[in-house]
């Protein structure tokens, strides 16, 4: 085989954001907006990587030199996961990647994340190593880390492993949920955040108050577990009460903001079972859980705020093989 082209679904944090990071489970879902990467053998032991959607064309570089600064803004993930791979599983020759995703990386919906398990996909199937679903998530994981020195990895299982699932910090437990619908309603604020500031401001929380935040982490993870058998039995009363609860824990980390608890208040009077946000905070999305009868007035309402809607499909499919 000498190219191959392979899709990762991005992903939407339904509980348990920020406590995953802190040893704790949370529940995440693999959603319909994908990214699509075709990997290409050539005979020059360099890596060329075009991403046109975020200006890159034709970024080259030899294999020798990868994870050596200068590293193109925007390349990075494909480039340590390129480099992972290839330390891990040596090859000869050189790497042609192009990427493309349906989505907007402004969404903060784990394009980075999706590109790495893409690219570790992709290198498995074109050099024929086979490799599991953990250990493509290993890699791809180490690739964050290596990027962004920090997360849980929750992303990276979305992308890796697709469906729903409960995930706990690094991948100590991965396990698929029985999940058949979600009501999901997403609203965009508009606003971009940055993750890593965010988790450096909740860190200088918990060194100050240690006991308070450690604990609130604490009964997060209760929430996840209660919600855990609520989402697998439709319970769609509890899973709401259960999100307003995470949400006042997000609130009490101070990882809210007037925009999100706006379009959050907007959602709820609305009559949502249910809407926190998804994710770091501060911007990128809120969610919300509403019936089919319920789902216009509450998607109107969440726009009444100035937030976007973004019409988006739940429990999707995992990393795969395109034609
Ligand atoms: O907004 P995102 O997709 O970067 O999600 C961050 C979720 C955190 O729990 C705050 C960090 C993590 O890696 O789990």
């Given at each position: 085989?000498?190219?191959?082209?392979?899709?990762a679904?991005a992903?939407?944090?339904?509980?348990?954001?920020h406590?995953?990071?802190?040893?704790?489970?949370c529940?995440?879902?693999a959603?319909?907006?994908?990214?699509?990467?075709?990997?290409?053998?050539?005979?020059?032991?360099?890596?060329?990587?075009?991403a046109p959607?975020?200006?890159?064309k034709n970024?080259?570089?030899?294999?020798?030199?990868?994870?050596k600064?200068?590293?193109?803004?925007?390349?990075?993930?494909?480039?340590?996961?390129?480099?992972?791979?290839?330390r891990?599983h040596?090859?000869?020759?050189?790497?042609r990647?192009?990427?493309?995703?349906?989505?907007?990386?402004?969404f903060?919906?784990?394009?980075?994340?999706?590109?790495?398990?893409?690219?570790i996909?992709?290198?498995?199937?074109?050099?024929?190593?086979?490799?599991?679903?953990?250990?493509?998530?290993?890699?791809?994981?180490?690739?964050?880390?290596?990027v962004?020195?920090?997360?849980?990895?929750?992303?990276?299982?979305?992308a890796?492993?697709?469906g729903?699932?409960?995930?706990?910090?690094?991948?100590?437990?991965?396990?698929?949920?029985?999940?058949?619908?979600?009501p999901?309603?997403?609203g965009?604020t508009g606003?971009?955040?940055?993750?890593?500031?965010?988790?450096?401001?909740?860190?200088?929380?918990?060194?100050k108050?240690p006991k308070l935040?450690?604990?609130?982490?604490?009964?997060?993870?209760?929430?996840?577990?209660?919600a855990?058998t609520?989402?697998?039995?439709?319970?769609?009363?509890?899973?709401?009460?259960?999100m307003?609860?995470?949400?006042?824990?997000?609130?009490?980390?101070g990882?809210?903001?007037?925009?999100?608890?706006a379009?959050?208040?907007?959602a709820?009077?609305?009559?949502?079972?249910?809407?926190?946000?998804?994710?770091?905070?501060?911007?990128?999305?809120?969610?919300?859980?509403?019936?089919?009868?319920?789902k216009?007035?509450?998607?109107?309402?969440?726009?009444?705020t100035?937030?976007?809607?973004?019409?988006?499909?739940?429990?999707?499919?995992?990393?795969?093989?395109?034609?």
């Amino acid at each position: 085989m000498s190219s191959i082209k392979v899709s990762a679904p991005a992903k939407l944090m339904l509980f348990g954001e920020h406590s995953v990071v802190h040893n704790h489970p949370c529940i995440v879902t693999a959603v319909d907006q994908r990214l699509y990467l075709e990997a290409e053998k050539i005979i020059e032991p360099t890596f060329v990587l075009d991403a046109p959607q975020i200006g890159i064309k034709n970024y080259t570089k030899p294999i020798v030199k990868l994870r050596k600064n200068p590293i193109k803004p925007g390349a990075a993930f494909v480039e340590f996961a390129v480099s992972n791979f290839l330390r891990s599983h040596k090859q000869l020759g050189g790497i042609r990647i192009k990427t493309k995703s349906n989505f907007s990386s402004k969404f903060g919906f784990g394009s980075s994340s999706a590109a790495a398990v893409a690219t570790i996909a992709a290198l498995s199937k074109l050099y024929n190593v086979a490799l599991t679903k953990k250990q493509i998530f290993d890699l791809a994981y180490m690739t964050v880390l290596d990027v962004q020195r920090a997360g849980s990895g929750f992303d990276v299982a979305a992308a890796v492993y697709g469906g729903t699932i409960y995930f706990t910090t690094g991948g100590k437990q991965i396990i698929p949920l029985k999940i058949t619908s979600l009501p999901l309603i997403v609203g965009y604020t508009g606003i971009k955040a940055s993750t890593t500031q965010i988790l450096h401001q909740t860190e200088e929380k918990e060194k100050k108050y240690p006991k308070l935040i450690t604990t609130i982490y604490k009964n997060i993870e209760e929430i996840v577990d209660e919600a855990k058998t609520a989402l697998e039995k439709k319970n769609w009363k509890n899973v709401g009460d259960l999100m307003n609860i995470n949400q006042g824990y997000l609130e009490a980390l101070g990882v809210s903001s007037p925009k999100l608890s706006a379009m959050i208040y907007a959602a709820r009077e609305a009559g949502a079972y249910g809407a926190k946000l998804s994710g770091a905070g501060v911007g990128d999305c809120m969610i919300a859980l509403g019936n089919h009868n319920s789902k216009f007035i509450i998607q109107n309402s969440i726009k009444g705020t100035g937030g976007q809607i973004i019409n988006v499909k739940v429990n999707e499919p995992g990393v795969r093989v395109e034609k």
